[in-house]
Each structure stands twice: as C-alpha cells, then as structure tokens.
C-alpha cells in the first residue's frame, strides 16, 4: 500500500454522461424524445464500433444520456439484469408540476408504472423503457435555499434524521435543514434569531 501522500484522489466534478445500449434508433428515439421530453442533440457513428450509431439526448441540465443503437437489435422488454454490479435504475428529475401528470401521460401510452412513491424527501414514479431499463421519474419536495445545492440540505436533513433517532427522512427534517443553512450563510443584524411570536 502506498502511503497517503503518494496517492491522490480523482475528484469528480459531477456526471458528465451515462450511455446506454440501445436497441434501433428510431426506438430510441422515440422514448428519450418522444416520451422523456430530452432534445436529440448529436448523431454520430459510434467511433468505437462501426456497426452501431450513437445518439445523444439532453436530459435537461446540460449534462448527456447517450445511446448505442444497431438497426439489428430489436427492442426486448425483459427486465434488465439486478445482478451485482448492474444498473438497477436511472432516476430523472422533474418539478412537482410536471411529476403529477406523468402517470397520466404514461397511462395514456398504456405504460405500466408503480405509480407515485412517497420518499420523504422526494415522490418517485417507476416504469420500464422499451429494453427493460427500470427509469425513475423523481422530484424533490423542497428548493434549495439560495447558494446551496439539494445535496447540502440533503446532508443536514440526514444528519437531523439520524440525532433524532427518526427512521427516515421526511419533510420536517428538510425544511429544519433549510432554516439551518440560511442561519449558516445568511447575515442577520439581531442577536438572536430564535423563533418568536409577534401575535
């Protein structure tokens, strides 16, 4: 083992994209455009394999889901594996408005789904793409606040769950993290900023 001042960490700055294989284009088209709502943004071959294209889609936060298609490959709904060290899910984000239309629009494709999950800290929807890739639409029940990310109130929230001894996360935890990190980061001229009654 190498001491800890000769090895170094890579540091990860976020996901810049996940890919997938595919079965034809136009299925893959279909659902990451036509049912996900991602813009197609880029189409070239494959420059590892030259029997396949690969198509890239814009999930909505400038980062990629690419996809390797081959007009070969038929769509085949089977389950995808859940073995150790496979993918078991993908989740996606979506605001609160456009997460309770999403069975709607998957009923109205005759989709399957699990219909909507209560996370605590977020509502949740599962259904298979056309491959079986278990996709999970996802959306936070809170906006972080200003100058912090999810993750931040995400860490405090866990770190209030687990002092209370309370199973899981829920709202309570969320919004007492929120209220926690604008005391952190924001300024305030008075002495004590606990709680009041003005009535």
Same mark, same amino acid.
């Given at each position: 083992?190498?001491?800890?001042?000769?090895?170094?960490?890579?540091?990860?700055?976020?996901?810049?994209?996940?890919?997938?294989?595919?079965?034809?284009?136009?299925?893959?088209?279909?659902?990451?455009?036509?049912?996900?709502?991602?813009?197609?943004?880029?189409?070239?071959?494959?420059?590892?394999?030259?029997?396949?294209?690969?198509?890239?889609?814009?999930?909505?936060?400038?980062?990629?889901?690419?996809?390797?298609?081959?007009?070969?490959?038929?769509?085949?709904?089977?389950?995808?594996?859940?073995?150790?060290?496979?993918?078991?899910?993908?989740?996606?984000?979506?605001?609160?408005?456009?997460?309770?239309?999403?069975?709607?629009?998957?009923?109205?494709?005759?989709? =399957?789904?699990?219909? !909507?999950?209560?996370?605590?800290?977020? @509502?949740?929807?599962?259904?298979? *793409?056309?491959?079986? &890739? $278990? +996709?999970?639409?996802?959306?936070?029940?809170?906006?972080?606040?200003?100058?912090?990310?999810?993750?931040?109130?995400?860490?405090?929230?866990? =770190?209030?769950?687990? !002092?209370?001894?309370?199973?899981?996360? @829920?709202?309570?935890?969320?919004? *007492?993290?929120?209220? &926690? $990190? +604008?005391?952190?980061?924001?300024?305030?001229?008075?002495?004590?900023?606990?709680?009041?009654?003005?009535?």
């Amino acid at each position: 083992m190498n001491p800890p001042n000769q090895i170094r960490k890579i540091q990860s700055q976020g996901v810049h994209h996940i890919t997938l294989m595919g079965a034809d284009r136009q299925t893959s088209i279909d659902f990451w455009e036509g049912l996900l709502g991602m813009p197609f943004i880029f189409d070239q071959p494959n420059l590892d394999n030259p029997n396949e294209g690969h198509l890239y889609f814009d999930p909505g936060d400038g980062r990629l889901i690419t996809i390797f298609t081959n007009e070969d490959r038929k769509p085949d709904a089977r389950r995808t594996s859940t073995e150790t060290g496979a993918v078991h899910h993908i989740a996606f984000s979506v605001s609160q408005a456009s997460f309770w239309q999403v069975a709607k629009r998957l009923d109205a494709r005759g989709i =399957k789904h699990s219909g !909507a999950k209560d996370r605590g800290f977020m @509502d949740s929807i599962y259904f298979e *793409d056309p491959l079986g &890739l $278990l +996709i999970e639409i996802a959306s936070y029940r809170f906006e972080p606040p200003e100058g912090t990310r999810h993750a931040d109130v995400m860490i405090e929230a866990h =770190k209030i769950r687990v !002092a209370r001894g309370d199973h899981h996360i @829920d709202r309570e935890h969320l919004a *007492d993290a929120i209220e &926690l $990190l +604008i005391e952190r980061r924001h300024a305030s001229l008075s002495s004590d900023r606990g709680p009041r009654n003005p009535y």
